[in-house]
């Protein structure tokens, strides 16, 4: 558990990855500790329990499929005789890539505030609330994926490729955005307390933004460039590629949205950590 010190500290002092990394890894079992008893206590109230992680999604899931792929006839994956069910784990897909995201920017503004006890009672190592909403976000898309596993093997009937096994390491850039933004709004919410209504807009914003229920290779320019500037918009279309289509993402596209989302990541701990000494004096 990291022991703050009272003498000032330069901002500059925090924008090292090294730093970032390892004290990620020396509070990690504060993270997973958190998250598994916000995870208990998020579902127990529930009647539907964890089933509730599989519900919601599967609703909204539903109504694009009805919307996009039956209304509009929208196609998402490069196979030309696309059938509805491909169509509907292409959204689900998106949905589950985009819902990590969404669920720690969400989620963010609020963070420090509804552990203020921590702040004001204890030395508690702050930064690793910002890994532990990463671990239940990572928790909901795991469980997600298994309906989407159930799904596939319904629906497609075929066997996975080996381009299933990048997955993981395309949900890398999400989770590095993740984390910076949940960084940057915790500490900002703490001192803006409304600052989470406007990053739920925010979010449903950039929600329409990023390729879930349509193929951004099909938009008109300019607005096709304008929409590739979105680093979530490649983590989606790579993940549909290597479940879907059974085909590599773009490694250049995948490197510079993990550039950037390192980027934010870095720039969020340091605003952070550059911030948290006067979380007490609003609390």
């Known amino acids: 558990m990291a022991v703050f010190d009272a003498r000032p500290e330069p901002m500059a002092r925090h924008l090292n990855p090294v730093t ?7 509070d990690r079992r504060v993270a997973l500790a958190i998250a598994k008893r916000e995870v208990e206590g998020r579902y127990r109230t529930h009647r539907l329990g964890l089933l ?3 519900v919601s999604p599967l609703v909204l899931l539903g109504v694009y499929t009805f919307v996009f792929g039956i209304v509009f006839q929208t196609k998402l994956t490069l196979r ?6 491909v169509y509907a784990l292409a959204v689900f897909t998106g949905l589950l890539t985009f819902g990590i995201f969404r669920e720690m920017a969400t989620r963010a503004p609020t963070v420090i505030v509804a552990h203020k006890h921590f702040v004001t009672k204890m030395v508690f190592p702050l930064h690793a609330l910002a890994l532990s909403e990463l671990l239940i976000a990572l928790f909901n898309f795991a469980v997600g994926m298994v309906v989407w596993a159930i799904g596939y093997a319904v629906l497609i009937r075929e066997p996975l490729t080996w381009h299933a096994l990048l997955a993981p390491l395309i949900l890398a850039p999400v989770c590095l955005a993740g984390l910076g933004v949940s960084w940057f709004l915790s500490a900002m919410g703490t001192f803006l307390r409304d600052l989470a209504s406007m990053i739920e807009l925010i979010v449903v914003v950039l929600f329409h933004m990023t390729p879930i229920f349509y193929n951004i290779n099909r938009i008109p320019e300019p607005w096709h460039t304008i929409l590739m500037y979105n680093p979530l918009a490649h983590v989606v279309q790579a993940m549909r590629g290597v479940l879907l289509e059974h085909r590599q993402p773009d490694w250049g596209w995948f490197l510079a949205s993990l550039g950037v989302s390192a980027l934010a990541a870095v720039i969020g701990y340091a605003v952070f950590m550059k911030s948290r000494r006067a979380f007490a004096d609003v609390l």
């Open 80 to 85: 030309t005789d696309e059938p509805l069910g």
């Open 52 to 54: 509730w992680i599989i």
């Open 20 to 26: 970032m990394v390892r004290s990620l890894w020396t």
